[in-house]
């Protein structure tokens, strides 16, 4: 059987244990709420298609095609 000591030990140890899954949960609950910072500061597709639209990599049919297909009409 375990003794006082015994006890107040092992309830330590869950305690140290529910503490960290409660940090670990609140950092992840952040990270998705605010989200990952987009690659090369590019917000959405349509800002990238405007981009290349901007360097002259597509045309202007292309650029509406692509703008309809992202749903942006």
Partial sequence: ?????????SLAGWS???GGLLVVAVVVLAVRRHGAPSPAGVATPLDALR???????????????????????
């Fill in 51 to 73: 981009e290349r639209y901007a360097r002259g990599e597509i045309s202007d049919g292309e650029f509406e095609q692509a703008r309809r297909a992202l749903g942006n009409a």
């Fill in 1 to 9: 059987m375990m003794t006082g000591i015994g006890w107040g030990m």
């Fill in 16 to 18: 140290w244990m529910v």
